[in-house]
């Protein structure tokens, strides 16, 4: 299985915590921006969701060196 | 644990935007404050900051079990519904959907357009003549155009919407039965417009949640309504009320106004200073139900008792900002609760703050005399609070 990299630019972060409240697993918040849990993560449909739900559009989500998240 | 008797619910007044005494006094004493609304189960009120920024951002806090319990509120007709009533995984199926249709860089490009607008209704409104109302002539009209292009809603109809998005919004007299049969008027007209995309394919955000229905089976055809609805309503009414509010705001307080107008480039950090300072609601609504036992702030919430959240009160918090109860509009530290937290953060943040920025910078550009020019007439709604009409001259 290839693993997912996380990646949250904390200059676009706001800290809204949509991420952390819909992927608990994969995000959490440190301090006023966001973090990944992990870098490095199984696939996981809910860090696409996290993605596509950022109004900062903040996270990123590669595989491969490409990136799948957030969705076009 | 003790339980005393619930305070009445909820303390801020409708015919200002002053914060109620009594969260100062709750924010001063440790644990939640015990309170009762008009209907539904007593809760508990938590009033800091982050003892709120937690309760929003847990997942052991539920909006969905307010849907099986006798929900706190204000008014007996059952507000809850739609995504707002929603956790995580459906909440997420259901918002992602539109979550890209106001991300800050998609909604960046409707800048232009936006100002533009603001600049014509400024136009009219000096053709007409003093005094204008600045509601109806600037600051309605302005998120009512963005958010009808955007989700593909003629915005001719706005008289009709208006009425009812008001009426979904209010708690003053009506009964459930009313509120219900307005809820279905509004969901029959925008099951006829999403017919029509149906029919003729736009390029908006409404074609694109019907392709999510009918290409790719995401939700179903009652969540693609009620969606719609939740993106119009929300997508104008709450920017129209607080536009009017944070120019009452600056007219009260004269030197902040004076120095945004030194310095038009720091109106976008003066719109997250009134988004802090200014309480839009009339106090705490969609309680959180506790899933399970969980401490917050020093009180044992337990399992199926709902919290409030008073994000008013949260962003007045002394413990988390310096002189909390003055107006700056340079302040540094703007990261306020004013657009919510966790999974329900306002959706369409993004695009409120540009229509507030551009609006505000707008009209203070145009008119350097500024002034109230009649009597403020106050919504008697519970949920939003903001001038109804507020004349201005210039």
Known sequence: ?72 | MERTAPVHYPFNRTDGLDLACPYREARGTPGLTRVRMNHGDAAWLATRYEDVRFVLGDRRFSRAAALTHDEPRQSDGRRSAGILAMDPPEHTRLRTLVAKAFTVRQVERLRPQVRALAGELLDAMEETGQPADLVEDYALPIPVFVICQLLGVPAADRPQFRVWSDSLLSTSPMTAGEFTAVRGELRDYMAGLVAEHRRAPQDDLMTALVNARDQDDRLSEEELIDLCVAVLVAGHETTATQLPNFVLTLLRHPDQLARLRSDPEAVPAAVEELMRFVPLGAGASAARYATEDVEVGGTLVLAGEPVLVSIGSANHDGGRFEDADRLDVARADTHHLGFGHGVHHCLGAPLARLELQEGLAALLARFPGLRLAGEIVWKDELLVRGPRSLPIGW
């Open chain 1, 1 to 72: 299985m290839t693993a997912w990299h996380l990646a949250v630019d904390r200059d676009r972060c706001m800290g809204t915590g949509i991420c952390a409240g819909t992927a608990p697993a994969l995000f959490r918040l440190d301090g006023r921006h966001s973090a990944p849990v992990n870098d490095s993560i199984d696939p996981d449909e809910s860090a696409l969701d996290a993605a596509d739900s950022c109004p900062a559009a903040a996270i990123t989500v590669t595989a491969r060196e490409t990136v799948i998240g957030p969705r076009p």
